[in-house]
Nanobody, 126 residues
Framework: QVQLVESGGGVVQAGASVRVSCAASGRTFSNYAMGWFRQAPGKEREFVTSISRSGARTYYADSVKGRFTISRDNAKSTVYLQMNSLKPEDTAVYYC???????????????????WGQGTQVTVSS
């Protein structure tokens, strides 16, 4: 299994931007499709965005489309989530996830992913 460590969360005001990162180790990063999920208190974990192995394909939840951008640097074994125009409802613990795959595809369900990071808190104040 690949090991994942998120970083970059924090407390920001509404309208601000934050970039969170997820560093992978232990396996060949380019063999993994990656995803970001989030979980707010009292709510289920929800899909945010995902990216294919090479980065050629991405997919976003409607709630973040146009505000968030996922990207990856396979040479650095890192996936990023750039979050702009943040809203209080974006407050959550953000998790990155990895799925070993041979296809150039993205995945959207938590059960699609076999490895998870510990999460990083993002709090957006109004």
């Amino acid at each position: 299994q690949v090991q994942l460590v998120e970083s970059g969360g924090g407390v920001v005001q509404a309208g601000a931007s934050v970039r969170v990162s997820c560093a992978a180790s232990g396996r060949t990063f380019s063999n993994y499709a990656m995803g970001w999920f989030r979980q707010a208190p009292g709510k289920e974990r929800e899909f945010v965005t995902s990216i294919s192995r090479s980065g050629a394909r991405t997919y976003y939840a409607d709630s973040v489309k146009g505000r968030f951008t996922i990207s990856r640097d396979n040479a650095k074994s890192t996936v990023y989530l750039q979050m702009n125009s943040l809203k209080p409802e974006d407050t959550a613990v953000y998790y990155c996830a990895a799925r070993l795959t041979v296809s150039e595809y993205y995945y959207t369900r938590p059960n699609d992913f076999g490895s998870w990071g510990q999460g990083t808190q993002v709090t957006v104040s109004s």
